[in-house]
């Protein structure tokens, strides 16, 4: 018996906190359709979406059923930015929202993941898995439409390396470039120049 109770809280502490569903406000459904706009068009309508709610905290908004998890742009933001991401990647991104509101930065924001998916204690995927970036100066619900939008992208390859994918670790404007080769966290960022 006491076993089974160790268990269930293993279970329960690798749980996201923002699996509870949402408190709606006026503007879920606008938080929800400016949020699925980083997904590639086909995916949207599948997508799990996580919004504000009324006490400002990220929950559920939208069950999902495909492969994509969307976050909405938070509300103290003057511009907008919305993300949506591969579902096996929600417990690496759930665990950062975590860290972020312990208030840990900087590269100890980093390291503390990294660590912890090395010690098995933090779930990631080891195939690649896209995160999905979208930004602009703001959202018209009325339009649907982003302001100035720009979009970038962001692949996960855990402990990729300049040797194991022939790209540069040096950043490049331009093109494909491996930020944090060789951890946990490794990823290929993709940042189109913005228009002027």
């Known amino acids: 018996m006491k076993l089974r109770w160790i268990l269930l809280l293993l279970l329960a502490s690798t749980l996201p906190r923002s699996v509870s569903a949402a408190k709606p406000t006026a503007d879920t459904d606008a938080q929800i359709a400016g949020a699925v706009l980083a997904a590639p068009e086909a995916s949207r309508a599948e997508a799990a979406v996580y919004a504000y709610d009324a006490e400002g905290e990220l929950s559920l908004a939208r069950e999902g059923t ?41 590269e100890a924001y980093h390291a503390r993941r990294y660590e912890e998916i090395e010690k098995g204690k933090l779930p990631m995927a080891r195939g690649p898995r ?52 060789g951890t946990a966290g490794a990823h290929i960022m993709i940042t189109p120049p913005k228009a002027k």
Request: hydrophobic share 35%; charged share 25%; aromatic share 10%.
């Open 66 to 106: 495909n492969h994509l998890v969307c976050l909405a742009s938070p509300p103290d933001r003057k511009d907008f930015k919305a993300a949506c991401y591969h579902k096996d990647l929600e417990p690496f991104m759930a665990r950062g929202r975590e860290l972020k509101r312990q208030g840990v930065g900087g």
């Open 130 to 181: 896209t995160l999905h970036i979208l930004e602009g100066e703001a959202f018209d619900a009325s339009t649907n439409e982003v302001k100035s939008a720009y979009r970038r992208w962001v692949v996960y390859i855990p402990f990729a390396t300049a040797e194991s994918t022939g790209l540069s670790t040096q950043p490049d404007p331009n093109g494909p470039w491996l930020m944090f080769p």
